[in-house]
């Protein structure tokens, strides 16, 4: 069965903070997407991998295709940080066209 | 980064009217565009996948009647709810898939959504 799995659920951190979310999947997978999404609802695309790690400002996006792992780092975290993460995979078998996505994880940086 | 545009961003409408949500690709042409549905608290759901210039491919338990798709060009794609009831209200949001270059191929890039409240 194609699955995504997010770690933690929930994450409150304190400014400054290094904060790191995981994602795990069951099969091969032709790419993954981590995406952000505020509380006004709008999804913002920050990284699409498929090997190796991704650096943009703050964030950065790794990923272990052996591992069948990704994680995504926001290092000197910010309040305009809080918002849910999802991690988002298109597998390499079954319905290639469509993404399956994590579960979300909601992310909460204190002042 | 490319963009995908939603109009409008919310809408409320009477229970029985249609409602047309229009998505685009503002800056690169999306042969595939996908339309989601978000409830409260939960992930996406996709409804359909639509392709420029042929029919929309529905999940199972989206009724293709009632919501509309039409993909007519390269940059637009729209979703119509028709008869629209209290049940329908929720978050849509549509994604445009780059048609591939070197740069951000098979990139999927999404819109800001729009919330639906049907009275």
């Known amino acids: 069965k194609n699955e995504v799995e997010q770690s933690p659920q929930n994450l409150t951190a304190q400014e400054g903070e290094f904060i790191t979310i995981n994602c795990s999947y069951s099969v091969g997978i032709s790419a993954l997407h981590w995406l952000q999404q505020h509380p006004g609802g709008g999804i913002v695309s920050l990284f699409m991998?498929?090997?190796g790690k991704k650096k943009h400002g703050r964030l950065i996006a790794t990923i272990n295709i052996q591992e069948k792992h990704s994680s995504l780092h926001i290092t000197a975290s910010h309040p305009r940080d809080s918002a849910v993460y999802i991690c988002a995979v298109r597998f390499s078998s079954g319905s290639a066209r469509q993404l399956t996505f994590g579960s979300g994880t909601q992310l909460t940086v204190l002042p | 980064g490319a963009v995908v545009s939603q109009h409008p961003s919310w809408v409320i409408c009477k229970s029985g009217t249609s409602v047309k949500i229009e998505c685009r690709s503002l800056?690169?042409?999306?042969?595939?565009m996908f339309w989601y549905r978000q409830f409260p608290k939960q992930s996406l759901m996709l409804m359909a996948t639509s392709n420029e210039g042929s029919k929309a491919t529905y999940e199972q338990g989206v009724e293709k009647d009632k919501f509309l798709i039409n993909h007519a060009s390269l940059t637009l794609s729209t979703l119509t709810v028709t008869s629209a009831h209290p049940e329908d209200s929720s978050f849509y949001i549509c994604?445009?898939?780059?048609?591939?270059?070197?740069?951000?191929?098979?990139?999927?890039?999404f819109g800001p959504g729009t919330r639906l409240t049907v009275l």
């Open positions: 991998l498929s090997s």
């Open positions: 994604s445009a898939r780059d048609r591939g270059t070197q740069r951000s191929y098979n990139e999927q890039f």
């Open positions: 800056d690169f042409q999306a042969t595939t």
